[in-house]
């Protein structure tokens, strides 16, 4: 599975043997195997690693800024122990230094897989951590990508990170949403748990339609602790699928039930991913000019008109928001859902239009 360590040298191209990309922005320079001071190579720990690798050599990435370990860190680990000073290790040389382009190579080689196949979980663990780290930075993304392909970027980060992965890992956009939609919602010390009890893919993806469907309640809800609740409910299903031989017994009690606030009628129908974490804004959030304190007195003042009014305001926010998702990348079965709920919205607000519309042609009509 591991890559010839006999080869000293590899042509600085578009691709490598690897699969992972060489951009013309962090493009290999040297790639060879070679004696190196332990004390000069430091663990790349921005991503975790997935797994013990099975690398013959550790694998550094040298760049201006020193040589960052991305596979086989334990084998640095043990000849230290031992009391050797130095150690024999596979080194590519980046022209340029980049938190994400080390990142991005790190990983490339588990989702391959040349270090090993890293456990499920693991995998969309580290997948997770790449993509937080992605998020929050603010490095220009464009050289991180193929220079033969030609990829295409907008103003929509989350969508350009998408974009990315699925260019240095030469995975599909489902497979890339399916690493992220499996991991969402769940907290570190979950995950772990998880990795540990060796949690394959087959039970994530039997818990991905209920858990979708979890989210939305609490995001309707506006629970504040979204990812706690997830992870208590996603425990608990592993429980039973490990102690059931793969069998899962879903239930609403799995979670208490959400408390109601007054919302208007489309927003208690509201498909929860599109509101965002805070979801849509309940009745009267939105100030109209000149509107009453209280939504009874909104509604006895202005009636129907206040209603569409509302509900016109309140679509705009979700249609926003189900927009980004859309084109952040949706896997089917979740863009069915999203598509079905912006029908229901759509449904219910040409409802609320009829009498507003039978009002005006009256009188207009005198």
Known sequence: ?????????ISDSCRSRSGENEQKGFHVVSHEIKVVPI???????KVPDPGRSIAFHPEVIKTEKGCFCVAGFEKVTEAKTSGAGDIK???????????LDIG?????????????????????FNVAKMYALMLASDENMEPLVDCGKGTKFTNDREADIKRVLIDRWNRDRDTINAYLNHSKYLNDSTMKKLIEAEAPKAFFEAIQVEKS????LLEKDHSPNITGEISKLVLGWWKQYRDNKGKITFSDQDQ???????TSRRTEGQSGSCAGSSGVAAKGEHNLPGSPESPEQEEKEHGDRWELATSIMEAGDQFIECGKHIK?????AELLVELRDLQAVIEEI?????????????????
């Open 104 to 124: 991005l190579r790190k990983l490339s080689g588990w989702i391959e897989p040349l270090n090993g196949t890293p456990l499920y979980a693991s995998l969309i």
């Open 328 to 332: 952040a990348g949706l896997s089917d």
């Open 213 to 216: 469907r979890k989210v939305k």
């Open 39 to 45: 004390v000069e190579i430091e663990q790349y720990t």
């Open 1 to 9: 599975m591991k890559k010839n360590s006999n080869v000293n040298e």
């Open 256 to 262: 208490a039930a959400p408390q109601k606030t007054r």
């Open 89 to 99: 290790v596979e080194v590519k040389e980046i022209s340029s230094h980049s938190e």
């Open 350 to 366: 040409t409802a609320e239009m009829e009498p507003v519309l039978t009002e005006l042609e009256l009188s207009l009509a005198v």
